[in-house]
T-cell receptor
Framework: RKEVEQDPGPFNVPEGATVAFNCTYS??????FFWYRQDCRKEPKLLMS???SGNEDGRFTAQLNRASQYISLLIRDSKLSDSATYLC???????????FGIGTKLQVIP | EAQVTQNPRYLITVTGKKLTVTCSQN?????MSWYRQDPGLGLRQIYY???????DKGDVPEGYKVSRKEKRNFPLILESPSPNQTSLYFC??????????????FGPGTRLTVL
């Protein structure tokens, strides 16, 4: 089983739609979780950290479920500019080991 | 401007010819890391450094070397490149002493082709 698993997609959604991605992780001792965004083989950029209590940043909501070992990202009112690959990132091993999921590709269609 | 720079951005080389990809950050970050990104495999960590003179292996260190003699620089060395090292390489840095618990800032990437 992969340490961090994501559905690679692509997810094709119309503008204005709500879309959700999940990411599962295998190490129950994992400590920190993030969502990064990557545009077309450019460098990844932090979208948001994921906290146990859940957190929201505008149209984006991230959730952590430790019991089931997954994190989620919800995007409301999708924009064309949201088209990108969304990478799930998990830290473990005393915060030193960084594991990326393969990414979920989102295409927002006019 | 706060940034991570990598050079070269593109490189085509031949098997066995030693090469170095440089990485430099101007944010006084303790933590630096190298990743490679391959289709279907995502980003995988090659080496990381918690601070000057402290380096550790990531998930795929074979065939690579690194050094951290200064805080700002973290070069990636391929002593004898092979075609399976053809990939997109990213350097990243983060400010947290305990590791990248905060934002990792990535360089623009180096696309390496080994013939």
């Amino acid at each position: 089983r992969k340490e961090v698993e994501q559905d690679p997609g692509p997810f094709n959604v119309p503008e204005g739609a709500t879309v959700a991605f999940n990411c599962t992780y295998s190490n129950s001792a994992s400590q920190s979780f993030f969502w990064y965004r990557q545009d077309c083989r450019k460098e990844p950029k932090l979208l948001m950290s994921v906290y146990s209590s859940g957190n929201e940043d505008g149209r984006f909501t991230a959730q952590l479920n430790r019991a089931s070992q997954y994190i989620s990202l919800l995007i409301r009112d999708s924009k064309l500019s949201d088209s990108a690959t969304y990478l799930c990132v998990v830290l473990s091993g005393g915060y030193q080991k960084v594991t990326f999921g393969i990414g979920t590709k989102l295409q927002v269609i006019p | 401007e706060a940034q991570v720079t990598q050079n070269p951005r593109y490189l085509i080389t031949v098997t066995g010819k030693k090469l170095t990809v440089t990485c430099s950050q101007n944010m006084n970050h303790e933590y630096m890391s190298w990743y490679r990104q391959d289709p279907g495999l995502g980003l995988r960590q090659i080496y990381y450094s918690m601070n000057v003179e402290v380096t550790d292996k990531g998930d795929v260190p074979e065939g690579y070397k690194v050094s951290r003699k200064e805080k700002r620089n973290f070069p990636l060395i391929l002593e004898s490149p092979s075609p399976n090292q053809t990939s997109l390489y990213f350097c990243a840095s983060s400010s947290q002493r305990a590791g990248p618990t905060d934002t990792q800032y990535f360089g623009p990437g180096t696309r390496l082709t080994v013939l």
